[in-house]
C-alpha cells in the first residue's frame, strides 16, 4: 500500500522564499505492506475501496499482479485522536 501524504511541509510552498526542494515533505510518500480480505482478489485496476482506519484506496492499474497487488491512498480518513491528545497536552 502506498500512503501518500502533503508533498509540502508548508501550506503554501507558492509564497516561500528559495529553492521549492527544501519545503518538499520527505515522509509525503510511505510504502507499508499488509493483508487484505480475499474478496479483493478480484480487484480490478482503478477501482476504490475502504480500508478500515486508513482511507481510501485504488487498485493501482500499472502495478498491481494478481500475486501482489497495489493500492494507492486516495484519501486518508480524518484523525479526530490527534485532537483529542493535542486538547490534553494544553
Known amino acids: 500500500m502506498r500512503l501518500y501524504d502533503r508533498l509540502f511541509g508548508v501550506a503554501d510552498p507558492a509564497g516561500a522564499e528559495g529553492d521549492f526542494t527544501t519545503l518538499l515533505n520527505p515522509n509525503s510518500l510511505e510504502t507499508v505492506s499488509g ?3 480475499q474478496c479483493l482478489m478480484a480487484a480490478t485496476a482503478g477501482a476504490q475501496y475502504q480500508f478500515e482506519r486508513l482511507g481510501y484506496f485504488c487498485a493501482d492499474a500499472k502495478d498491481s499482479l494478481p ?3 497495489v493500492f494507492n491512498r486516495i484519501v486518508a480518513l ?3 485522536w490527534v485532537k483529542v491528545a493535542g486538547q490534553a497536552k494544553k
Do not use: I, P
Open 35 to 37: 493483508f487484505v480480505e
Open 67 to 69: 500475486e501482489k497487488f
Open 78 to 80: 480524518r484523525d479526530s
